[in-house]
């Protein structure tokens, strides 16, 4: 029905006589009715469409989004709304993200934290690889700092859990949000894990060394699986190890558990460079069974008692002999030096061997695989430190990455005092093109309460 046409025969003025006249007003009254309701609705729909219009979009879910949704539910037998973790970020949001941010976002110390600057955090650890904190309790701390954060400054907190070679933390956190997203209303997060590689380092005094990427984006219902082919591994170096070393020293007894008690392995998340847990136990272990013979102590209860009186960090025959726990004559055996080297990442004609680590190579060919996922150097003064070239090295695994290296942790928070700032600074100049961003590298039992340093939070 056009609508004109009926308002103009509404104000036309045709005049009839009796019944005529009647029936035309009628009509006239029904066509008005229905005009009335015609241009009622016409205006109804053009509000709501004003309406849709201005109403914010929501967040559209990105197939990575819709994996970790199915991911859930493979785990769980639970169907998860995807908009249950609408605070979860794809490549493409993290990377928009990160890019608006700057030095200040990152600096995890207390004045930062009372004046709200701190508002992201791309690097921390759980307990699920060599952190002391459970996901839930961080979790807990990270959305009520967030809420405080948004409600002073309007910003959402950002961040990533990034356990060593592990995935199991991040699938716990989503579990947590899905349960609870109104928890995490102020939160952005991204699922991320740091993965460690071996290449060769002929600044070192050994011939290779272990550097870290951090990876974000990653799936980690369907990455779990490398994971723990990378576990199993590792298993079975230790073992492999420790049943060279016992048939070198058939005499002694070398304990797989007595191993991870006293060097603080977690068994479920062996780390990278275990050969060296292994070097250390048996050398330690070694020397002092002889010490304790020929002293007629019982030598299981000697080394208990011994490596309980030393810090977890100094269980090595160093220590022992720089404060006198071993007799003079007493120092490392050579055989256990020999086995070490043998079963440690090494050249065999031509080409690095290793069956406890990955090759960087090995990362980037799986990783590229998933074009969801973005690679970012671990604090990378400590991956520089070991070429002779740093700049010409760093710029190679960047070639390298097959374009998955687009960012770097030069806001790393957590170098050791030794370690000088303006190398740092140097290291980073060489990484200028790509993304700068930053991590607590977080491994205490509390994550926000530990910057305040006995102050009350």
Not at 143 to 157: E, H, M, P, Q
Request: with cysteine; aromatic share 12%.
């Amino acid at each position: 029905m056009r609508i004109n046409s009926v308002q103009n025969s509404i104000n036309s003025r045709v005049y009839f006589s009796g019944y005529a006249e009647k029936k035309v007003s009628q009509i006239n009254k029904k066509e008005a009715a229905a005009a009335s309701a015609v241009a009622l609705g016409t205006l109804v729909s053009s509000v709501a469409v004003f309406a849709k219009l201005k109403r914010p979009s929501l967040k559209p879910f990105s197939k990575f989004i819709q994996n970790l949704a199915d991911g859930l539910y493979e785990i769980s037998g639970r169907r998860v709304n995807q908009r249950a973790l609408s605070c979860v970020m794809d490549k493409t949001e993290f990377i928009n993200e990160i890019s608006k941010l700057k030095k200040s976002d990152y600096t995890y110390n207390f004045e930062n934290f009372e004046r709200y600057g701190f508002s992201a955090d791309f690097h921390m650890h759980t307990n699920y690889s060599d952190g002391d904190i459970e996901v839930a309790d961080l979790l807990d701390e990270i959305s009520r700092y967030a809420d405080n954060l948004f409600k002073r400054t309007g910003k959402k907190f950002i961040f990533s859990i990034t356990d060593h070679d592990s995935v199991e933390g991040v699938k716990e956190a989503l579990s947590i949000i899905a349960d609870n997203p109104e928890q995490f209303r102020n939160v952005k997060f991204i699922p991320g894990v740091e993965l460690s590689f071996t290449h060769r380092s002929p600044k070192s005094s050994n011939p290779f060394e272990i550097s870290e990427v951090l990876a974000y984006g990653i799936n980690p219902f369907k990455f779990d699986k490398f994971c723990q082919n990378l576990q199993a591994k590792r298993s079975r170096f230790i073992d492999d190890m420790l049943d060279d070393i016992q048939k070198a020293y058939p005499k002694n007894h070398y304990n797989r558990e007595e191993l991870i008690q006293f060097y603080g392995l977690n068994p479920d998340c062996l780390m990278m460079n275990c050969h060296w847990p292994v070097y250390h136990y048996a050398q330690t272990k070694t020397l002092l069974t002889i010490q304790a013979v020929r002293r007629g102590f019982d030598s299981d209860k000697f080394y208990r008692d011994t490596m309980l009186s030393i810090p977890l960090k100094d269980r090595n025959v160093w220590y022992l002999k720089e404060h006198n726990l071993l007799d003079s004559d007493l120092n490392e055996m050579d055989i256990i030096k020999f086995i070490r080297r043998f079963h440690e990442p090494h050249i065999e004609n031509g080409k690095l061997v290793t069956s406890s680590e990955n090759r960087f190579e090995d990362l980037i060919d799986i990783l590229s695989k998933d074009d969801n996922v973005v690679l970012s150097f671990a604090h990378p003064y400590f991956t520089a430190e070991k070429a002779i070239d740093p700049q010409k090295s760093l710029n190679e695994f960047v070639r390298n990455s097959k374009g998955l290296i687009q960012i770097s942790e030069g806001y790393h928070q957590a170098y050791p005092e030794h370690v000088k700032m303006n190398e740092v600074e140097k290291v980073n100049g060489y990484l200028k093109d790509l993304i700068q961003i930053g991590g607590s590298d977080n491994h205490s039992s509390i994550y926000i309460g530990a910057i305040y340093e006995g102050r009350q939070y």
